[in-house]
DNA sequence: TTGAAAGCGCTAACAC
DNA sequence: GTGTTAGCGCTTTCAA
């Protein structure tokens, strides 16, 4: 059988003393008697006591639990958020759960239930692209747990946000690649239900007509994936001599273009400019270097867990939702060099 | 105030039954009658009843939570083994907290001292860099809490593990380098108190042996991270004319080194071959491809989640402990093409 | 300065 | 077939 770890009762057992007496010696309640908060400490001390956080969750209806809930923890992006996240949360001695959505919307009503039925405290939440409907998310207002969203936020829901100036970003990196005589920029784009799908073709929109540039529908395709890179490889390639560009929506997408349209003898960036959006890793590695939108995720993840505990610590105080954006820096690398 | 979620007492009053009655209705119990269950789980539906996991822990004195601690979320390895642990953990109906080491000693501890409080049922552990010292880890075993080590494993504590075949891969990776002219490989190499390092440290050894290769001190240096490279930026360049290959730790350490050389005017693989190991997604993005060892960091997380959920589903049976290990598969790619 | 008792939400042994 | 009670580990009135 286990060995028990020593309870406060043990404790108080062991001491001669009542349960409550332990409780307070240990937390330094000034009623106790110096004598006792020694003897006590000791003791604790040397039987190893550890209080045990499920039971005080229960008590006090607060289990220093945060729940999050993301697409894809192997992501780069998501990674780097969910580090800066863990970093400050341990700060304060909070303890992190979290769940993968997979960008399926079933299994992220799931995880939000699950983490709903852990009594977490919190919740920082990217949505999935395939979330349309959200029920799940405010079932978790109805229980007025705060949320904080990041990245992919909700917009039908009145809380906390934490993202990158899409818009911005978009039109200054898409700008950046008519800077020389590009004319025809294609643009792999996210779902036009995330907001930032939205933001991230509008802004490259906005780009294009500053510019006179080609507006055409055509130029723009769902595809925000190496996979779907692939499955439309025809299509992108029926396009490519038409065009002098690409703004993908993200760094990977962005590369495998890159790759495709380099295998099929086009010169990047003579003949085609590239960029990016994400900043991940790869993008500094590779040659030519991807152009992209550095996006600070370890300090956007620092910034919606604070966010998240300054309302998790004045409960009572009626803030309204803030949104807080995180400027774009362009990061230019040789893939979009002038032709 | 907050909304109060239902419990089972709030039903059973509004139902005029006892909780007992509510709880057994809930979960099926026989020696309820169909007309009681229904009402019960009716009104159970209306009202949104869900379990409190806090109070079901706490009685149970299980928690349905796993702790997991890593060195970096951020490096693909880890989050792909994350990623693993996840799925399997999550369809088995328990969740998963992380933590994060930072590869400090310190912070390893106090992660694990967190998780012990928080009740975590087992662990899954991947030592940090700066683990010397065991004291923290016994206390898990004394606690009978169960553990698996994955990939940086602890071998002072008798528990399962999971892990690359490191020995074999190592070796074969130094040998393929070997294959053409090459003589003088260098090996950029990890701590050896940690397994991982000594065991690919022994396999480029062997492989040297084998193919009475160089074998001289000064080809080994302790390098491990994109940050080591630069700051060993000028004794690496001192070695370079000396040498033929590269064979590092991991993927992004060989990246690193191989743009320092080809910086400095060497031909990859021509004149210098660069070999890695973990087959991050990067090196398959690069041009030339790093060549490097596959490390099925999802399936190893997978199959660690695995074996500790089968001890927790069977606490009595005395398993002894298993040893898991990953075969290594080599990926060739050019940067190690015969010279 | 300390103790006794109740209760957070839930279940299980024991009544009836 | 259902209710009563005790208890998981802890805190917090209230009483002494």
């Known amino acids: 059988m286990k060995p028990h770890p020593a309870s406060i009762s043990d404790i108080a057992k062991a001491l001669g003393v009542a349960p409550s007496t332990v409780s307070r010696a240990l937390r330094d309640h000034p009623d106790i008697s110096p004598a006792t908060r020694n003897r006590v400490k000791e003791f604790a001390a040397r039987v190893n006591y550890r209080p045990n956080a499920l039971a005080l969750g229960l008590k006090h209806q607060r289990s220093m639990t945060i729940g999050i809930v993301i697409p894809e923890l192997v992501h780069f992006f998501f990674s780097s958020v969910l580090s800066g996240i863990e970093e400050v949360a341990y700060s304060k001695g909070y303890r992190v759960m979290i769940c993968q959505s997979a960008d399926d919307l079933k299994r992220e009503a799931l995880n939000v239930q699950a983490l709903l039925d852990h009594q977490v405290d919190g919740m920082l939440i990217s949505i999935s692209k395939s979330t349309v409907e959200y029920g799940h998310l405010f079932r978790i207002v109805d229980r007025e747990i705060p949320v904080v969203f990041f990245d992919r936020v909700c917009d039908e829901i009145d809380s906390d946000r934490v993202l990158t100036d899409d818009f911005e970003a978009a039109r200054a990196i898409t700008s950046h690649l008519l800077q020389g005589s590009r004319k025809r920029i294609l643009h792999l784009a996210a779902p036009q239900h995330l907001a930032i799908g939205r933001e991230r073709y509008h802004g490259y929109l906005r780009a294009l007509q500053d510019h006179e540039a080609d507006t055409a529908?055509?130029?723009?395709?769902?595809?925000?994936?190496?996979?779907?890179?692939?499955?439309?490889?025809?299509?992108?390639?029926?396009?490519?001599?038409?065009?002098?560009?690409?703004?993908?929506?993200?760094?990977?997408?962005?590369?495998?273009?890159?790759?495709?349209?380099?295998?099929?003898?086009?010169?990047?960036?003579?003949?085609?400019?590239?960029?990016?959006?994400?900043?991940?890793?790869?993008?500094?590695?590779?040659?030519?270097?991807l152009t992209t939108v550095e996006q600070k995720g370890y300090d956007m993840g620092k910034s919606a867990v604070t966010m998240l505990l300054e309302r998790l610590e004045l409960p009572e105080k009626e803030v309204p939702s803030r949104l807080e954006v995180f400027p774009a820096t362009l990061k230019i690398r040789d893939s979009s060099r002038k032709p």
């Open 217 to 289: 529908d055509e130029l723009v395709i769902h595809c925000d994936t190496p996979d779907k890179v692939r499955e439309l490889r025809e299509h992108i390639l029926n396009l490519a001599p038409s065009i002098d560009g690409v703004f993908a929506v993200n760094d990977i997408t962005a590369i495998t273009a890159m790759h495709l349209l380099q295998d099929a003898g086009y010169a990047v960036p003579e003949q085609i400019g590239i960029a990016g959006f994400g900043d991940d890793p790869i993008s500094g590695m590779i040659r030519p270097g």
